[in-house]
């Protein structure tokens, strides 16, 4: 699996990972001119999230009196932040940065929630995959692949970071 998937203990559990790729953070996206400006003020406001990932559980322990909108896809929350059915989504800020270039009136807000290193999801017996995925990686880090792909889909989280160390397991 090659998307936004965070590497967690449970998952890992159940199948092996690459290095982390990118550290993501589980952030806000708001419309421009919302009071929210951060996880203190979502007391008693509806905030959007999609359905089977971790940001739920993250929302409900940063801002408990919240109230969740658990969606099937981040299109559905896209739409409720514009008709102002929520007043914020919350998930990856990598997610987020592509919902805030479809829509200019969004922009993301407040200190990361949660960490949310991604790693390449890979079956637990393909020991071979995941080290030639490694040595992938590792050449994307180096050559400067990385670092132009961040600039290409990423600068609206900012200047680009150097890309995560790896750490090999044993």
């Excluded at 699996?1 to 690459?18: G, M, N, P």
């Excluded at 007043?87 to 949310?116: C, F, K, R, W």
């Excluded at 030639?132 to 990423?154: F, Q």
């Amino acid at each position: 699996v090659a998307k936004a998937l965070t590497v967690t203990c449970a998952r890992s559990e159940q199948i092996a990972f690459s290095t982390v790729y990118f550290e993501a953070s589980q952030r806000l996206l708001v419309p421009k001119d919302s009071p929210v400006q951060g996880p203190a003020d979502l007391a008693g406001k509806r905030v959007c999230s999609q359905v089977d990932t971790t940001s739920l559980a993250t929302v409900s322990r940063v801002a408990p009196t919240a109230t969740l909108l658990a969606v099937q896809n981040w299109d559905d929350c896209l739409v409720a932040l514009q008709q102002r059915q929520a007043y914020a989504a919350s998930t990856d800020n990598t997610i987020l940065a592509g919902m805030a270039v479809q829509d200019p009136n969004l922009h993301i807000i407040g200190p990361s929630l949660e960490a949310e290193p991604y790693g390449i999801g890979i079956n637990k017996s393909q020991d071979d995959l995941v080290r030639a995925v490694n040595a992938s990686l590792e050449r994307i880090r180096r050559d400067g692949t990385w670092l132009s792909l961040y600039r290409k889909w990423l600068t609206v989280l900012g200047p680009a970071p150097a890309p995560p160390e790896p750490k090999y397991r044993d």
